[in-house]
């Protein structure tokens, strides 16, 4: 049983230099980064603040954001957000997931900016360099909200003291060691696919999670491609910047993906004639020879193949190497002290280049049994287990997508959860890409897992979705809806998971004998329940 602990309330002294609304706002802002529950729960939004007292500017708030749509372009977000205040129009430059790569969730990183409580604008990796642009671009209208030194001072000893880093173990910033145990291939001989079941050992680490949270990893750079980098620049690989060899600092801290255009400036500088004008134009978002979503890093070197840009200097034009988010596919009552994933391995060519996934290749077939690596929980926003166990629960999760769902089986199980289940997979073929197949046929056979409905989409003549199996099935997919049921979804954001909405959508027309609009509003109101949740990417 857990104690309850009373959350904190700070108050901001009469003597701070805010207005009483703002000390208002402020106390409140604190009180809530200071909770007990601080490490799940998410910032303070517009309508709480509004709740408070406070009535300066609008904050961004997911629920009032007709853009919080992962499927939209972003030209068509900004298109829509182009009236409101800038928080929102911050927002709205963000890649809509709430995967929480960035440490928050759309609207909570729209704020922090907003307020000056965070500087990066590069934290959204699913929106790359577009949403890094926009964010820059808006940049400089911040201002007239209290500033990041302000909120500093508000925050002093005399009334609260805040970290400097989050949590450690529970943020990017303040990640922990833990030990890579194995792989094993999930995929059947001839598959298209390489996909991997992972795990890792938390025993000494210090942290924990629950199921529908995600772990970061932070991987490192595979070795040919930083010794390629390196070779281009014709710099010495042992050269030490700041203490450190350059090989060094390109295998561990520094990005080679998508050429930053911090890049393409320094090349502007030490080249002439048409390709300091190619590279000032790649410097400014545009695309003059149609190749620029192509460019990494060593691509971008090749192209100025002339250029030999001095190492630090080059070095301080590259991103930060992010950590990379995967769906935790255990669960702590099942498998205690260590952390499994469900990684597909990424790689593709471009200009008869190979291209590599960083963190997908890195756990399959660059770390080693008993090496160490930085992780951390991200606690999941939204996407959790019902409260009550006998809650009946419907999940669509195709491919990796099946992760927190073999997370969230083998939890219920491990608990003797009454309520029923119904897992939705699928994958282009039985016979290869059955992932997990002896535990799930296990759980069907023990009667545990109520129904297990497949898709194969390369199996046939033609191809079949979880989505058409959703159709097929609707009646009983209505029934159980109708009995109070949670519906969960993890997969593709642009594509997979809008194509499931749409099937909900026909299946309460068809079933629910519901107008359009009215299966619509239907959705919405499962959302607004927590009856629909989602893990997109």
């Not at 904190?8 to 805010?18: G, H, N, Q």
């Not at 520094?254 to 400036?265: K, R």
């Not at 030490?270 to 790649?282: D, S, V």
């Not at 059955?434 to 009667?447: G, I, S, V, W």
């Amino acid at each position: 049983m857990t104690a309850h602990v009373p959350t904190p309330v700070l108050a901001i002294p009469e003597s701070a230099p805010f207005s009483p609304e703002q000390r208002s706002w402020l106390s409140g802002y604190f009180s809530a980064l200071l909770s007990p529950d601080a490490l799940g729960a998410t910032p303070i939004s517009g309508a709480d603040a509004t709740a408070l007292g406070a009535p300066g500017p609008e904050l961004a708030d997911n629920d009032a954001a007709p853009w919080h749509d992962p499927s939209l372009p972003l030209p068509d977000r900004m298109n829509m957000a182009k009236e409101r205040p800038l928080a929102p129009r911050l927002m709205a430059a963000m890649a809509q997931q709430d995967c929480g790569q960035c440490g928050y969730n759309c609207a909570d990183y729209a704020n922090a900016l907003f307020l000056n409580k965070e500087e990066r604008l590069n934290l959204c990796a699913p929106g790359g360099k577009d949403t890094a642009r926009a964010l820059k671009a808006l940049a400089a209208e911040i201002g007239g909200a209290p500033t990041g030194a302000a909120l500093d001072a508000a925050a002093s000893p005399a009334t609260a003291v805040l970290e400097p880093f989050g949590p450690l173990g529970y943020c990017r910033e303040n990640p922990v060691p833990a030990v890579f145990l194995s792989r094993t291939r999930l995929n059947g001989e001839g598959s298209e696919k390489e996909t991997w079941h992972v795990e890792i050992d938390l025993s000494a680490s210090g942290v924990s999670y629950e199921v529908g949270d995600s772990l970061g990893v932070f991987p490192t750079n595979a070795t040919f491609v930083v010794d390629a980098v390196i070779a281009q620049l014709g710099a010495r690989p042992e050269r030490l910047i700041n203490g450190r060899t350059l090989r060094d600092h390109l295998l561990y801290d520094y990005g080679l993906g998508a050429a930053p255009d911090a890049l393409f400036t320094l090349l502007s500088h030490i080249t002439g004639g048409e390709a300091r004008k190619k590279a000032r134009a790649l410097a400014a978002g545009e695309d003059p020879d149609g190749d620029a979503a192509a460019l990494d890093v060593l691509g971008a070197l090749h192209k100025f193949g002339s250029a030999r840009p001095d190492g630090e200097a080059f070095l301080e034009t590259l991103e930060p190497l992010q950590p990379r988010l995967y769906s935790i596919s255990s669960s702590p009552k099942a498998d205690p002290g260590r952390v499994t994933l469900t990684i597909d391995t990424v790689r593709y060519a471009i200009n008869k280049r190979q291209r590599l996934g960083v963190a997908s290749t890195f756990f399959a077939e660059r770390i080693e049994a008993g090496t160490p690596l930085k992780i951390y929980v991200q606690k999941a926003h939204g996407f959790a287990l019902p409260a009550d166990p006998a809650t009946p629960i419907i999940m669509c999760g195709p491919g990796t997508g099946i992760a927190p769902f073999r997370a969230f089986l083998r939890d219920r199980q491990a608990s003797g959860a009454a309520g029923r289940n119904w897992l939705f997979f699928g994958h282009q073929r039985q016979a290869h890409d059955f992932f997990y197949r002896d535990e799930l046929t296990a759980m069907r056979e023990a009667k545990f897992l109520n129904r297990l409905t497949l898709a194969w989409s390369r199996d046939g003549n033609e191809k079949v979705y979880v989505q058409d199996r959703m159709r097929e099935v609707g009646q009983d997919l209505w029934s159980w809806l109708q009995e109070g049921a949670h519906f969960y979804i993890c997969g593709d954001a642009k594509r997979m998971a809008k194509d499931v909405e749409t099937a909900l959508i026909d299946v309460a027309q068809r079933h629910g004998g519901k107008s359009p609009d009215e299966a619509v509003a239907y959705l919405q109101g499962l959302k607004k329940a927590g009856r629909y949740q989602a893990d997109v990417y």
